[in-house]
C-alpha cells in the first residue's frame, strides 16, 4: 500500500506558475500528473518514468509544464508555468508499483495508486 500526499495547489492569475509536490510513503516506478475540471473528464497532464530520463506531456501541456522527481524524497514535482485559467482544475498524483525504470504512460489505467488531488484554480 502506497500513500500518496500533494501540495502546492492554490489560487493564481493567468500567466502566474505553481509547483505541485506529490510524497509517496513508498518505492514507486513510473509516475503521472492527472486533472479534472468541474463537469468534465479526468485528463493526463504529465508522466515520468522512474529513472527521470523520459517524460511525456500531451500537446496541451507541452513547452509549459515540467515533471520531475527526486527518488530520495520519494517526490514527485510539477511545474507549471504561465498557467490559464482553462488550466483550472484538481490535479491528482498517480504512480505505478510496477514496470521499467525507463517506461511512462498517459494511461491512468497504467496507475495502481492516486493521491486525493490539489486544488488550482486560474484567474482570468
Known amino acids: 500500500q502506497v500513500q500518496l500526499v500533494e501540495s502546492g495547489g492554490g489560487l493564481v492569475q493567468a500567466g502566474g506558475s505553481l509547483r505541485l509536490s506529490c510524497v509517496a510513503s513508498?518505492?514507486?516506478?513510473?509516475a503521472g500528473w492527472f486533472r479534472q475540471a468541474p463537469g468534465k473528464e479526468r485528463e493526463f497532464v504529465a508522466a515520468?518514468?522512474?529513472?527521470?530520463?523520459?517524460?511525456h506531456y500531451p500537446g496541451s501541456a507541452k513547452g509549459r509544464f515540467t515533471i520531475s522527481r527526486d527518488n530520495a524524497k520519494n517526490t514527485v514535482y510539477l511545474q507549471m508555468n504561465s498557467l490559464k485559467p482553462e488550466d483550472t482544475a484538481v490535479y491528482y498524483c498517480?504512480?505505478?508499483?510496477?514496470?521499467?525504470?525507463?517506461?511512462?504512460?498517459?494511461?491512468?489505467?497504467?496507475?495502481?495508486?492516486w493521491g486525493q488531488g490539489t486544488q488550482v484554480t486560474v484567474s482570468s
Open positions: 498517480a504512480v505505478a508499483t510496477y514496470g521499467s525504470p525507463w517506461s511512462t504512460s498517459g494511461a491512468d489505467a497504467d496507475y495502481d495508486y
Open positions: 515520468i518514468s522512474w529513472s527521470g530520463s523520459n517524460t
Open positions: 513508498g518505492r514507486t516506478f513510473s
